[in-house]
């Protein structure tokens, strides 16, 4: 009884055209290996740019985010300022003055938030940036090799 290798049916069902692989061989064997160094250099570049895009639009993002939560506390602020204004003058006697000093406590705990906010954002953004400068960093380096190899393979 012959014996067949695992692959024969798959062989059998579909036969292989010699040709179709030699031409297939040829292609393969006329890439360099600094054809082939060179295009993992460039999408290794490629990507590393578009991390430093994706990083910069995170930065921006991030300031417009925090831009947006201080105009919005700054409202929340003004109109609480408001209401301790109308308790001022509609109430009278010790509820108006527990009253005012409940809103005063809330406009001082908004000030804490805002000064918060800005202590986050200012950590985030540093964060974000030194990421950036690292994977410039990374990007002109692999930019450069990549010129080396260029300038090697006579490209």
Same mark, same amino acid.
């Given at each position: 009884?012959?014996?067949?290798?695992?692959?024969?049916?798959?062989?059998?069902?579909?036969?292989v055209n010699?040709?179709?692989v030699?031409e297939i061989?040829k292609?393969?064997?006329s890439?360099?290996?600094?054809n082939i160094?060179?295009k993992v250099q460039q999408e290794?570049?490629?990507?590393?740019?578009k991390t430093v =895009?994706? *990083?910069?639009q995170l930065i #921006? $993002?991030? &300031?417009?985010?925090s831009?947006?939560?201080?105009?919005d @506390?700054?409202?929340?602020?003004?109109?609480v300022?408001?209401?301790i204004t109308r308790v001022a003058t509609e109430?009278?006697?010790?509820e108006?003055?527990k =009253?005012? *000093?409940m809103?005063?406590? #809330? $406009?001082? &705990?908004l000030e804490?938030?805002?000064?918060?906010?800005? @202590?986050?954002?200012w950590?985030?953004i540093?964060?974000?940036?030194?990421?950036?400068?690292?994977?410039e960093?990374e990007?002109k380096?692999?930019e450069?090799?990549?010129?080396?190899i260029?300038d090697?393979?006579g490209g």
């Open positions: 009884m012959e014996q067949k290798g695992f692959m024969s049916d798959i062989v059998e069902k579909h036969p010699t040709a179709d030699q061989l292609k393969i064997k890439m360099s290996q600094d160094l060179e290794k570049t490629d990507s590393l740019k =895009e994706d *990083i910069q #921006k $993002q991030r &300031e417009e985010l831009r947006t939560l201080l105009t @506390l700054d409202k929340i602020k003004f109109e300022g408001n209401i109430l009278q006697g010790v108006s003055k =009253e005012q *000093i809103l005063k406590q #809330k $406009q001082v &705990e804490e938030t805002k000064v918060q906010e800005k @202590l986050n954002c950590r985030d540093a964060e974000l940036k030194k990421e950036l400068r690292e994977k960093q990007l380096e692999k450069t090799r990549l010129e080396m260029d090697l393979i």
